[in-house]
C-alpha cells in the first residue's frame, strides 16, 4: 500500500512528500522567507550534517574543550583567581521588594 503524497512546487521543481513529513510540515513556513534567510538555514543545515558523528551523538560532551588553551594571559592561574577573589565585593544595599 502506497502512502499519500502532496506535491511541492518551487522555482520550477516539483517534489513529493508524505504529509506527515518534516519536509511537508516545515515547507509552509519556510517557502516564503527571503532568499538570504535560506541561504543562512541552508549554510546551517549543511553544517550540522558535516559535524563528526561523536557531536551528532552527543553535541553537549566536551563542548568546554573548545574553550582549552584560548585565554591569554601572562598570570597564573593562581595569579588569576587570586585577582577575582580580592576584586569581590558585598552588596550593602537594601532591597525593597
Known amino acids: 500500500m502506497q502512502s499519500e503524497t502532496i506535491k511541492i512546487e518551487y522555482m520550477n521543481t516539483n517534489v513529493l512528500v508524505s504529509p506527515s513529513s518534516i519536509s511537508a510540515k516545515y515547507w509552509s ?46 598570570r597564573s592561574a593562581e595569579e588569576i583567581m587570586e585577582e577575582i577573589r580580592t576584586a569581590r565585593t558585598n552588596n550593602t544595599f537594601d532591597a525593597e521588594l
Open 29 to 74: 513556513e519556510l517557502k516564503d522567507l527571503s532568499d538570504n534567510v535560506k541561504l543562512e538555514l541552508i549554510t546551517l543545515l549543511s553544517s550540522s550534517m558535516t559535524r563528526p558523528e561523536e557531536e551528532k551523538k552527543e553535541p553537549r560532551k566536551g563542548w568546554a574543550s573548545r574553550f582549552a588553551g584560548k585565554w591569554k594571559d601572562s
